[in-house]
């Protein structure tokens, strides 16, 4: 199906595979010169991954990764085969991260830190079945918040990234089509979030969240951390209707109601 539009124009979802620990790194006898020096920039920068999230909040050793890439089964290409979601526990809330967006390329030297980002969603509303207790992250793959996210990855990583169309244009938006068609969301997302012509929408880039999402210390080249932000059905027809003016007035409204980057299941409307 087409679940998900693409940024600027239709894409095809990729099948989703199951989710698994993440693969062991190869022995460094067995990669050549520059295979080597492209883990140690990967595995450098995943370090300065960690260090900010352990910042943030409580990480999860383990991430919830694949058993063989989706780059190998039509999948969109990220700049490594390497595609991994983290866990970060802060609180009452949940944030799920990308991990693998900001990887070096694996056949391009030069390029910096891949897309230059990592996408997150944090909230405290994921159902207690798909929420795993300390050092287990496996449920996770079954809550809504991880399906968006994953589907929202797969989209910017079909476009290349997004930094470009962040910086033009401020906080991007994106609806999500055909939601009754998905795995998880339509069962647990309220009606709230679901318009009529069965859609819901995320904001990208906005509203910032309380920590700071700008990574100078990437070993290539800097990486942001950007929000993704789940919003209403009436939110996302205030959005379709009026342009970056209504992009750019929803982020003050959520912003000003305290709602912020958080994507809430039980707030209000705030159009």
Same mark, same amino acid.
């Given at each position: 199906?087409?679940?998900?539009?693409?940024?600027?124009?239709?894409?095809?979802?990729?099948?989703?595979?199951?989710?698994?620990?993440?693969?062991?790194?190869?022995?460094?006898?067995?990669?050549?010169?520059?295979?080597?020096?492209?883990?140690?920039?990967?595995?450098?920068?995943?370090?300065?991954?960690?260090?900010?999230?352990?910042?943030?909040?409580?990480?999860e050793r383990d991430?919830?990764?694949?058993?063989?890439?989706?780059?190998?089964?039509?999948?969109?290409?990220?700049?490594?085969?390497?595609?991994?979601?983290?866990?970060?526990?802060?609180?009452?809330?949940?944030?799920?991260?990308?991990?693998?967006?900001?990887?070096?390329?694996d056949d391009t030297?030069?390029?910096?830190?891949?897309?230059?980002?990592?996408?997150?969603?944090?909230?405290?509303?994921?159902?207690?079945?798909?929420?795993?207790?300390?050092?287990?992250?496996?449920?996770?793959?079954?809550?809504?918040?991880?399906?968006?996210?994953?589907?929202?990855?797969?989209?910017?990583?079909?476009?290349?990234?997004?930094?470009?169309?962040?910086?033009?244009?401020?906080?991007?938006?994106?609806?999500?089509?055909?939601?009754?068609?998905?795995?998880?969301?339509?069962?647990?997302?309220?009606?709230?979030?679901?318009?009529?012509?069965?859609?819901?929408?995320?904001?990208?880039?906005?509203?910032?969240?309380?920590?700071?999402?700008?990574?100078?210390?990437?070993?290539?080249?800097?990486? !942001?951390?950007?929000? /993704?932000?789940?919003? $209403? +059905? %009436?939110?996302?027809?205030?959005?379709? =209707?009026?342009? *970056? @003016?209504? !992009?750019?007035?929803? /982020?003050?409204?959520? $912003? +000003? %109601?305290?709602?912020?980057?958080?994507? =809430?299941?039980? *707030? @209000?409307?705030?159009?």
């Open positions: 199906m087409n679940f998900f539009k693409k940024l600027f124009g239709s894409s095809k979802a990729p099948q989703t595979q199951d989710d698994q620990p993440a693969p062991q790194s190869p022995e460094l006898g067995d990669l050549t010169e520059a295979e080597a020096a492209n883990l140690a920039v990967r595995e450098a920068g995943a370090a300065c991954l960690d260090r900010h999230w352990s910042a943030v909040g409580t990480v991430v919830l990764a694949y058993l063989i890439s989706p780059t190998f089964s039509g999948g969109p290409y990220w700049p490594s085969t390497r595609q991994a979601y983290r866990v970060v526990r802060r609180g009452d809330t949940i944030i799920l991260a990308t991990e693998g967006l900001s990887d070096p390329f030297e030069g390029m910096g830190n891949g897309f230059e980002m990592e996408l997150f969603v944090e909230t405290a509303d994921i159902p207690e079945h798909a929420r795993g207790p300390v050092g287990e992250v496996d449920p996770f793959k079954r809550s809504w918040a991880f399906e968006l996210l994953e589907h929202v990855a797969k989209t910017v990583a079909d476009a290349g990234g997004i930094t470009h169309q962040l910086d033009q244009h401020g906080a991007l938006s994106l609806e999500l089509p055909g939601l009754s068609q998905s795995h998880h969301m339509s069962d647990q997302l309220p009606k709230l979030f679901v318009t009529d012509d069965d859609s819901t929408g995320v904001l990208i880039g906005a509203p910032a969240p309380d920590f700071p999402t700008q990574l100078d210390d990437m070993p290539l080249s800097p990486v !942001r951390l950007v929000p /993704v932000v789940l919003i $209403t +059905a %009436a939110e996302l027809e205030y959005v379709r =209707s009026g342009g *970056r @003016a209504a !992009r750019e007035d929803l /982020v003050s409204r959520l $912003t +000003a %109601a305290g709602v912020g980057h958080l994507s =809430s299941l039980h *707030r @209000a409307s705030v159009v």
